[in-house]
C-alpha cells in the first residue's frame, strides 16, 4: 500500500501550489542524501517526497491522482512512477525550478545550479607527516614534495559535443502523464561539459601529467597522531573545468628523549643526589625549544613536582598551553667508601635525618590528584 502523496508531503488536500512547493522544498532539505549519508530510511523519504511532488505540482496529474488514487498511476508503463519510482537523476533535475540558481551553490557537493554542469573535482593525495615535539609544541611550517596530477601544458578541451557543454543529457518522453523530461549525467564528459581535444605527448588520457610540487603546509600547535588535515586544491587536478582534489595530510609524532607528552602537558623526571637535595640546588631541564634552569630548595623531597606553567604544548583550540611538570627523585647512593658509610652510620637515629612529613609534603596520591585536577 502506498503512502498517500499529501501525507508524504504533510499537508493537506486544500494545498495550494506554493504550499506544496514549500512543503517539498522542507522535505527535500530535510532528507537531502548529503546531510544524511548512509542512511537508507532518509534516502526513502526524500526520494518518496519528490515522487509525491512530481504529481502534486503538475495539475494534471494532481486532478487525476485526486480522482483515482495511486492506481491512476500503476501499469502505464514508462512513466516512471508506478513500480520504481524515481531515480536520484530525476529528483536532482527537479531541483532546478523548486530551489532556483541558488541551490548548486548551497554545498550540496555535485550538483551545478539549475541542473548545470558538474563541476568534476580531481582525486585526493594522501601524506605522512613526522613531527618533533618541538615543532608540535608551537605549530609549524612544513614544506613537503608532493607528486600530483596537474592539468598538461598545451592541453586543450572543447565542448561536448553529446551533451553541448551541458554536463547533463535530458530525455523527453510522451507518456501517459504526459511530456516527461529526464535528466542523466552525461556518459561522454563525465558531466563537466568538456572533452580532451589537443594534448601533449607526455600527458595521459585525460590531459593530466605528473608534476613534483613543493606543498606549504601550515601545522597549527598541539596536533596529535593520528589527526588528519587538509590542504584544499593540492590534490590531484580534474580534466577539463574541473576543481582540484584535496592533499590529506596525517600526523605522525615522534618521541621526544626526555619529555613525555600527555595532553598539553609534559612530564620530566629530574634526578638529583642526596646531598643536592640536602643542600638544595640548581638545574637545567629540558623544555620545548631549549633548557630551562630551575632551582631546588634545600632540603626539597623525592617526588615533589614542580610545575612550570605555559612551559608546555601551545592548546590546540588555542587557548593557553600547557605545563613543564618536573619530577623530583632523590638518587640513593648504593655504593659508599668507608669514610661515607661511617658518616651515614653516625646520623642513624639523629633527629634531623627522621622523617616528619609536614602537610605540605602531600603524598604522592594526593600530588596525582592535584596534577590533573
Ligand atoms: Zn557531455
Known amino acids: 500500500m502506498k503512502e498517500d502523496y ?59 491522482y485526486d480522482q483515482f488514487g495511486h492506481s491512476a498511476f500503476e501499469g502505464g508503463g514508462g512513466g516512471g512512477f508506478g513500480g520504481g519510482g524515481m531515480n536520484m537523476d530525476d529528483i536532482f533535475s527537479q531541483f532546478g525550478d523548486i530551489f532556483g540558481g541558488g541551490f548548486g551553490g548551497g554545498g550540496f557537493g555535485g550538483f551545478g545550479g539549475g541542473g548545470g554542469q558538474r563541476r568534476v573535482k580531481g582525486s585526493n593525495l594522501r601524506i605522512r607527516v613526522s613531527l618533533t615535539l618541538e615543532e608540535i609544541a608551537n605549530g609549524v611550517e612544513k614544506k613537503v614534495k608532493v607528486k600530483r596530477k596537474v592539468q598538461a601544458e598545451g592541453v586543450t578541451y572543447k565542448t561536448c559535443a553529446t551533451c553541448n557543454g551541458r554536463g547533463q543529457v535530458t530525455k523527453i518522453q510522451n507518456t501517459i502523464l504526459g511530456r516527461m523530461q529526464t535528466a542523466a549525467v552525461c556518459s561522454t564528459c563525465g558531466g563537466s561539459g568538456q572533452i580532451l581535444d589537443g594534448k601533449p605527448g607526455d600527458a595521459d588520457a585525460q590531459g593530466l601529467k605528473v608534476v613534483e610540487e613543493t606543498v606549504s603546509i601550515n601545522i597549527p600547535a598541539g596536533v596529535e597522531e593520528g589527526m588528519q588535515l587538509k590542504v584544499p586544491n593540492k590534490g590531484n587536478d580534474a580534466p577539463g573545468n574541473g576543481v582540484p582534489g584535496d592533499l590529506l595530510v596525517a600526523i605522525e609524532t615522534q618521541e621526544h628523549s626526555t619529555l613525555k607528552r600527555e595532553g598539553d602537558n609534559l612530564h620530566y623526571d629530574l634526578y638529583v643526589s642526596i646531598s643536592e637535595a640536602v643542600l638544595g640546588t640548581s638545574k637545567e631541564i629540558d623544555a620545548v625549544g631549549g633548557k630551562v634552569r630551575i632551582k631546588l630548595e634545600a632540603g626539597i623531597q623525592s617526588g615533589k613536582i614542580l610545575r612550570l606553567r605555559g612551559k608546555g604544548i601551545t592548546s590546540l583550540n588555542g587557548y593557553g598551553a600547557g605545563d613543564i611538570l618536573v619530577h623530583v627523585n632523590v638518587w640513593t647512593p648504593k655504593e659508599l667508601n668507608k669514610e661515607q658509610r661511617e658518616f651515614f652510620e653516625k646520623m642513624q637515629g639523629n633527629d634531623n635525618f627522621e622523617p616528619k612529613p609536614e602537610k605540605s609534603d602531600k603524598s604522592f596520591f594526593e600530588k596525582v590528584k592535584d596534577m590533573f585536577s
Open 6 to 64: 499529501y501525507e508524504v508531503l504533510g499537508i493537506s488536500k486544500s494545498a495550494t501550489a506554493a504550499e506544496i512547493k514549500k512543503a517539498y522544498r522542507k522535505k527535500a532539505l530535510q532528507y537531502h542524501p548529503d546531510k544524511n549519508p548512509g542512511d537508507s530510511s532518509a534516502e526513502e523519504k526524500f526520494k518518496k517526497s519528490a515522487e509525491a511532488y512530481e504529481i502534486l505540482s503538475d495539475a494534471d496529474k494532481k486532478a487525476r
